[in-house]
């Protein structure tokens, strides 16, 4: 198995994300490609944050396409959408939907220098911590000069991030956000976020809605208690399930700069 593949106990890449996997994660095939407006709220939240312009066609490319979401998204976007995915039920829904998508574990069949966009929801937990640094080089060169990589997984600075780390028997690796720093410096990259995932509070229903009206505020106090008090105000997601990096090449230069929340 490549270095930078994706766990496997069996030694077949991809071994335990079959039928099983599939269906405890209530991914469909015969819902593949479903995006909510919830989701679709959370993707613009974002790629704002991100700061890419949306004016033009964005060569994309999803790791880890999983029930096919953001597939979707980016091609209502019209941008240029590929996908990676290691359980093949759902490599081949993507393609009955005409999506672009390979069955692998790793980026060795995509060129150097490739992609305006790469993205992993939910996926570095389930990279090797040993492997993890590898994984984000091959991203890193499948990057076009000035890309940007936008990654989330469960947020290893808060007990909070606990529940999502650990009701996934493949998740093997926790990260915060001290650790994406570090990492960040090794890859020479840019980093341009690191904190909790977005919370749009426009989401299309209204239960979502009055939710997020509630709880946003008192996050943001706890957080602000948190910091405070802990950190010596240092900046902690600590109210967030999930954290967001977000880097952006820089190879002509090795430019690292500090996120926030």
């Known amino acids: 198995m490549p270095d930078n593949a994706l766990p496997s106990s069996s030694g077949k890449p991809g071994a335990e ?15 593949f490609g479903r995006l909510g407006k919830s989701e679709s709220c959370y993707f613009d939240a974002e790629i704002k944050k991100a700061n890419i ?6 060569r994309t490319l999803e790791i880890g396409f999983g029930n096919g979401s953001f597939l979707t998204y980016a091609r209502k976007k019209q941008w240029d959408i590929v996908g990676t995915e290691i359980n093949k039920d759902l490599v081949e829904a993507a393609r009955r939907l005409n ?25 570095l937990e389930h990279v090797s911590q040993e492997n993890l640094l590898t994984f984000l080089r091959e991203a890193k060169r499948i990057l076009k000069d000035g890309g940007t990589f936008i990654a989330r997984f469960p947020n290893g600075d808060s007990p909070f991030g606990l529940f999502n780390q650990n009701s996934d028997m493949t998740h093997i690796t926790v990260i915060g956000s001290g650790k994406v720093k570090y990492l960040a410096n090794e890859l020479g990259v840019e980093l341009v976020f690191v904190g909790g995932e977005a919370q749009p509070l426009i989401t299309g229903t209204l239960r979502r809605t009055i939710h997020g009206l509630f709880s946003i505020p008192i996050k943001k106090i706890i957080n602000l208690f948190v910091s405070l008090v802990f950190f010596q105000g240092g900046a902690i997601a600590f109210c967030s399930l999930n954290l967001v990096m977000i880097f952006r090449t820089r190879k002509s230069s090795s430019i690292t700069a500090s996120g926030g929340d």
């Open 17 to 31: 994300y079959g039928k099983s996997y599939r269906e405890w994660k209530n991914w469909e095939v015969s819902n």
């Open 53 to 58: 312009k949306t004016d033009r066609k964005i």
């Open 99 to 123: 999506f672009d998508c390979i069955c692998t574990a790793d980026l060795s069949a995509f060129p150097d220098d490739t992609f305006d966009l790469v993205v992993a929801f939910d996926v």
